[in-house]
T-cell receptor, first 115, second 113 residues
Framework: QQQVKQSPQSLIVQKGGISIINCAYENTAFDYFPWYQQFPGKGPALLIAIRPDVSEKKEGRFTISFNKSAKQFSLHIMDSQPGDSATYFCAASQDGGTSYGKLTFGQGTILTVHP | GAGVSQSPSNKVTEKGKDVELRCDPISGHTALYWYRQSLGQGLEFLIYFQGNSAPDKSGLPSDRFSAERTGGSVSTLTIQRTQQEDSAVYLC???????????FGSGTRLTVV
């Protein structure tokens, strides 16, 4: 019930292409869905987040698409750049109750953008 | 401070020794979390602090692991009698509260030899 499944494990994209990473969750009580970007030797950094009352959120080249009925959400990186090469994690949490905003993370996707 | 600070950044210890990992959260952040990241794996929740209390310790793997937070600020994660399977990156994050994004530190890479 607490799992978040992320795919693919790794992704190679050419510069200028679109990178798409998918996540699926089971717990319908989740109500906050962030994406984190992690560079080697650094901690994850919040990239973009969405709540289930909207189906899409866009910030610059990064877009989250959210499908509540399918319990799926995805990250789209438009015009991918070599500097986007990093590990991306999706996550989910349930505010309030006994969950205290504890995040459940996907397994991560290693994105490589070739010049 | 400007960010979450963790120390040491790297720690190599012998099996059976105790280690202490430190986290300095962002000033004013009341929530503090510890996560563990094993090689090629996602982030595994360990413990959550709200102020100085720990309402959720459910992720601590065994009684060899403990953590405390003092003054609503600095937190220490202690691992006693370290084992090789404890080798991982230990990440600390702080937040202004529920529903707010976490800010992670750069982590402590622990290697047990």
């Amino acid at each position: 019930q607490q799992q978040v499944k992320q795919s693919p494990q790794s992704l190679i994209v050419q510069k200028g292409g679109i990178s798409i990473i998918n996540c699926a969750y089971e717990n319908t009580a989740f109500d906050y869905f962030p994406w984190y970007q992690q560079f080697p030797g650094k901690g994850p950094a919040l990239l973009i987040a969405i709540r289930p009352d909207v189906s899409e959120k866009k910030e610059g080249r990064f877009t989250i698409s959210f499908n509540k009925s399918a319990k799926q959400f995805s990250l789209h990186i438009m015009d991918s750049q070599p500097g986007d090469s990093a590990t991306y994690f999706c996550a989910a949490s349930q505010d309030g109750g006994t969950s205290y905003g504890k995040l459940t993370f996907g397994q991560g996707t290693i994105l490589t953008v070739h010049p | 401070g400007a960010g979450v600070s963790q120390s040491p950044s790297n720690k190599v210890t012998e099996k059976g020794k105790d280690v202490e990992l430190r986290c300095d959260p962002i000033s004013g952040h009341t929530a503090l979390y510890w996560y563990r990241q094993s090689l090629g794996q996602g982030l595994e929740f360990l413990i959550y602090f709200q102020g100085n209390s720990a309402p959720d310790k459910s992720g601590l793997p065994s009684d060899r692991f403990s953590a405390e937070r003092t003054g609503g600020s600095v937190s220490t994660l202690t691992i006693q009698r370290t084992q090789q399977e404890d080798s991982a990156v230990y990440l600390c994050a702080s937040s202004q509260g529920q529903g707010r994004g976490y800010t992670f530190g750069s982590g402590t890479r622990l290697t047990v030899v």
